[in-house]
C-alpha cells in the first residue's frame, strides 16, 4: 500500500471527467451509509457485517458508525499479507460509509411496526445495491470488504461463494454473539443484495463509459 497506488486510478482521464468519477464516488459512498441506516431503523435485522458492527457497538458503547469506520481499517490491515492495491474509493469508503450512517440514525426514527420495517427495510436494500453500483463504477478501487473477499480468492484459489459464505458467516455469527440484531431482513440481504447489485452494476457502469466517450469526443 502507497500513495501512488492509490492516486494511480486518478492520473488517467480529462479533469472534468475525474470530477464527474470523484462527485458519483462520493455520492455512491454517502447514499450507502444512508441505505445502511434505513435498513437498522428498519428493525427485522441487518447484513452480516452490521450484525457485527451493531454487536460490537452494544458490547463497547461506541458508536455505529465509528465501529463501521474501524472496523474497515482492521479489513484494510488484512489487506497488506494478500497485496491488495488501495484505491481512492478504497480510503474513501472506509472513511465516509460511517458518518453518513450515522447522520441517517439520527435523522430517520425507528420503525414502530411491521408495515413500516418492511418497506424502509427494502428501501433500504434496493438503495444500497443502487449506491454500490455507483460508487463501484466511478472505478476508484474496490471497497475494504470487498478487497479482502477478492484478495482471499486469489490467495487461495477458491471459488467466489466460497470465500464470501465463510467471510460473511463469520462475522455473523460473531456478530450475534455480541448481541447483534439477526431477523428475516438479514435472509432478505443475503439473498437480495447480489440480484440486485448485478442489475444495477452493468447499466451504470455502461451510463459511465458512455459519458467518458462523450467526454473524450469533445
Do not use: C, K
Amino acid at each position: 500500500m502507497n500513495l501512488r497506488s492509490i492516486l494511480l486510478p486518478i492520473s488517467a482521464g480529462s479533469h472534468r471527467e475525474l470530477v464527474e468519477r470523484l462527485l458519483q464516488l462520493v455520492a455512491g459512498l454517502f447514499l450507502y451509509g444512508v441505505a445502511l441506516a434505513l435498513m437498522i431503523r428498519g428493525g427485522i435485522g441487518v447484513a452480516p457485517w452490521d450484525v457485527l458492527s451493531l454487536g460490537i457497538s452494544g458490547s463497547t458503547g461506541l458508536g455505529y458508525g465509528l465501529v463501521t469506520n474501524l472496523t474497515a481499517v482492521v479489513v484494510l490491515l488484512l489487506w497488506i499479507p494478500l497485496r491488495q492495491r488501495v484505491g481512492l474509493g478504497t480510503v474513501l469508503n472506509a472513511l465516509l460509509v460511517g458518518p453518513s450512517a450515522d447522520l441517517a440514525l439520527w435523522l430517520v426514527p425507528a420503525a414502530t411496526s411491521l408495515w413500516v420495517g418492511v418497506p424502509l427495510f427494502l428501501f433500504g436494500l434496493v438503495l444500497l445495491a443502487f449506491a454500490t453500483g455507483l460508487y463501484i463504477s466511478a472505478d476508484f478501487g474496490p471497497g475494504p470488504r470487498d478487497g479482502l473477499m477478492t484478495g482471499l480468492v486469489a490467495r487461495t484459489g477458491w471459488r467466489v461463494w466460497v470465500v464470501r459464505t465463510l467471510i460473511e458467516g463469520s462475522v455473523l455469527v460473531i456478530g450475534f454473539l455480541l448481541g447483534g440484531p439477526v431477523g428475516v431482513g438479514t435472509v432478505l440481504f443475503a439473498f437480495g443484495v447480489g440480484p440486485l447489485i448485478g442489475w444495477f452494476l452493468p447499466r451504470l457502469t455502461r451510463m459511465r463509459e458512455a459519458r467518458t466517450r462523450e467526454l473524450a469526443s469533445r
